[in-house]
Each structure stands twice: as structure tokens, then as C-alpha cells.
């Protein structure tokens, strides 16, 4: 059984930077095409960045030049870096994964975590 983990949720001044990561158990992360989403309250889910095919990545308007998405084979752990952070960044972040990539169809990722959540103050 594949499961997620997500940690690093935390409340950082605008301006600021953070780290939040996502613990894979069950398989290799690197056999996962993988994944975040973020949801504000009142809003809807939406992809923040993902890998496609072949290990390419993909990152909505809003976050490009901004978050940087990783995977660690060696510590079966997926990152999302988030540098230059504004208020509506704020949201809960969740990781996903699949056995094929499926992004941006967030409703087709097969595995989801708990979500860590990011809190931006002006």
C-alpha cells in the first residue's frame, strides 16, 4: 500500500521561504509520478506543480520562478521549495502520486497525503 506523508507546514512572513516535504511508504518514489496541490479555505483545489512524462515539470502561473518541485530517490521523499512567498500563498499543501502522470488532473492521482499547512503574513 502507497502512502504520504506531508511535513514542513509552517507560518512565514511574505517575503519568506519554506520548505515542505512528503514522505513516500509502500514503493519507490522514483516508480511514482507525483505531484502538489494546494487548497485555500473557500477556494478551490488547485495544482501548484508536478512532474509529466519522461520527469519534465509543470508549475501553475501563480507559483513559477517561485517554487522549485524535487524528488530525493535516496530518501524516498518528495519537496516543494517555495521561495518569495505572498499571503495568497497561503493554503493547505497536499502531495499526490500516481503510477502514470496524470497531470494537471488532480481528480485522477491516485494516492494523496494528509496536507501541511502554509501560512503567509503580510
Known amino acids: 500500500q502507497v502512502q504520504l506523508m506531508e511535513s514542513g507546514g509552517a507560518s512565514v512572513q511574505a517575503g519568506g521561504s519554506l520548505r515542505v516535504s512528503c514522505a513516500i511508504f509502500?514503493?519507490?518514489?522514483?516508480?511514482?509520478?507525483m505531484a502538489w496541490f494546494r487548497q485555500a479555505p473557500g477556494k478551490e483545489r488547485e495544482g501548484v506543480a508536478g512532474?509529466?512524462?519522461?520527469?519534465?515539470?509543470n508549475y501553475a502561473d501563480s507559483v513559477k520562478g517561485r517554487f522549485t518541485i524535487s524528488r530525493d530517490s535516496a530518501k524516498n521523499t518528495l519537496y516543494l521549495q517555495m521561495n518569495s512567498l505572498k499571503p495568497e500563498d497561503t493554503a493547505m499543501y497536499y502531495c499526490?502520486?500516481?503510477?502514470?502522470?496524470?497531470?494537471?488532473?488532480?481528480?485522477?492521482?491516485?494516492?494523496w497525503g494528509q496536507g501541511t499547512q502554509v501560512t503567509v503574513s503580510s
Open positions: 499526490a502520486a500516481d503510477w502514470v502522470c496524470r497531470w494537471p488532473a488532480a481528480n485522477e492521482y491516485k494516492y
Open positions: 509502500g514503493f519507490a518514489a522514483s516508480r511514482l509520478c
Open positions: 512532474f509529466s512524462s519522461g520527469g519534465s515539470t
